[in-house]
């Protein structure tokens, strides 16, 4: 029986994301194409006689607060076992950024976990959404997905056609997820529309760069630019060099699609120079 699990915990973003309503229990209805990005954290879980997570660098959580602990302790109530691990998280992904890097890692803990306890049948995405609202889709391990509801129902879509490529700029700043959804103007709120016929698009295998361009959305973007005004001024800048901004997430972290691996670079290298950290990434890469 192996002792020990190393999986990657990879950053996300959101192609779309639409907020359809408030639900009874308090969450909001989401829809959302949700793609993987290759910025990831490495996650390590052990057999331990007790409950031990260590995350590096520091994420400011308590002990025992973290997205990580809560994914071992979710898991094991759900399997009746004990709440026994250490778990080693290093940190790559921003924190509180709108790249999911905490649900990552809780996904990532889930996904080793039920490796490590030789754990049959578990839908991990299920366990997930009880730890929070991106979990799911990480535990449930695809590139490429619909998430509905507050993010319990994940749908794989078919791995593209071709390469996804981004250019990803990440700020300095933090935006705490529920300060954004308190912010938001029932007036921004989406239909679902743009998620159902970008899906619709990754589906048929017809979706290229251009199409991911035109139906990109994020009803959370005029929130999050008036907490948090680094967004704007981001995007404004990004603008004047003809490069259009989305938001992942709740923010502050901004991408634009690429055509090709060579536009990203030089998106990139075009942002470094309105002073904004901008590096290139590939998107919704299928799991080896």
Not at 13 to 31: I, Q
Not at 52 to 67: E, Q, R, S, T
Not at 153 to 182: D, H, K, M, N, Y
Not at 193 to 201: G, N, V, W
Request: aromatic share 2%.
């Amino acid at each position: 029986m192996s002792r020990r699990v190393r999986v990657r915990a990879p950053a996300k973003v959101n192609l779309t994301l639409e907020v359809l309503g408030r639900r009874p229990d308090g969450y909001h209805e989401l829809a959302s194409v949700m793609a993987t990005v290759d910025l990831h954290d490495d996650v390590r879980v052990m057999v331990a006689p007790t409950l031990d997570v260590k995350i590096g660098p520091d994420v400011g959580a308590a002990p025992g607060a973290d997205l990580a602990s809560a994914a071992v302790r979710a898991l094991a109530s759900a399997t009746g076992r004990e709440p026994r691990a250490r778990v080693d998280v290093r940190k790559r992904i921003p924190v509180a950024a709108g790249l999911g890097g905490g649900s990552s890692d809780a996904g990532a803990v889930l996904r080793a976990l039920a490796e490590l306890w030789r754990l049959r049948g578990v839908d991990l995405a299920s366990v997930g959404a009880q730890v929070g609202s991106d979990v799911p889709f990480f535990a449930a391990g695809h590139a490429l997905a619909v998430v509905a509801g507050r993010g319990e129902r994940v749908e794989a879509l078919p791995p593209p056609a071709r390469e996804l490529w981004i250019a990803l700029v990440t700020l300095r700043a933090r935006l705490p997820t529920g300060s954004v959804f308190a912010a938001l103007d029932p007036s921004t709120r989406g239909t679902g529309e743009a998620t159902d016929r970008l899906a619709a698009s990754l589906r048929a295998g017809d979706a290229d760069p251009a199409t991911l361009r035109s139906h990109a959305r994020n009803d959370l973007t005029g929130a999050a630019e008036g907490i948090c005004p680094e967004i704007a001024a981001a995007r404004t800048a990004a603008s004047e060099r003809g490069i259009a901004l989305s938001l992942s997430g709740s923010g502050p972290s901004l991408f634009a699609v690429a055509d090709d691996r060579a536009h990203a670079l030089r998106m990139a290298r075009s942002l470094r120079g309105a002073g904004l950290h901008a590096r290139p990434y590939r998107i919704a890469r299928a799991p080896a």
